[in-house]
Nanobody, 118 residues
Framework: QVQLVESGGGLVQAGGSLRLSCAAS????????MGWYRQAPGKQREMVAT???????DYVDSVKGRFTVSRDNAKNTVYLQMNSLKPEDTAVYYC????????????WGQGTQVTVSS
């Protein structure tokens, strides 16, 4: 089992920046991929950004050039730097992790609210 705890959400004006952090804890696990998903009211959860253990990244098109995902493997922590935020980025952001031992399963954090005002 792995536990994920997010921090860093909040309220920001359009054009502003926020940085999300997610720390993984638990015993005897090795994380393959970490990332961020988001869910806006009335919409399905979508992948925002992911990063593998060797640093390969993937982004949803709507955030390319504005968001940057990074990872500290020694600390089992993943970050999401969000710049040039738009009102449509408003959502609950969830941290996710996949283990080498169970790569088909996403472990989820509790979510953190990001609200971008216009």
């Amino acid at each position: 089992q792995v536990q994920l705890v997010e921090s860093g959400g909040g309220l920001v004006q359009a054009g502003g920046s926020l940085r999300l952090s997610c720390a993984a804890s638990g015993s005897r696990f090795s994380i393959k991929t970490m990332g961020w998903y988001r869910q806006a009211p009335g919409k399905q959860r979508e992948m925002v950004a992911t990063i593998t253990s060797v640093g390969a990244t993937d982004y949803v098109d709507s955030v390319k050039g504005r968001f940057t995902v990074s990872r500290d493997n020694a600390k089992n922590t993943v970050y999401l730097q969000m710049n040039s935020l738009k009102p449509e980025d408003t959502a609950v952001y969830y941290c996710a992790a996949r283990l080498w031992s169970d790569p088909a399963r996403n472990y989820w954090g509790q979510g953190t609210q990001v609200t971008v005002s216009s």
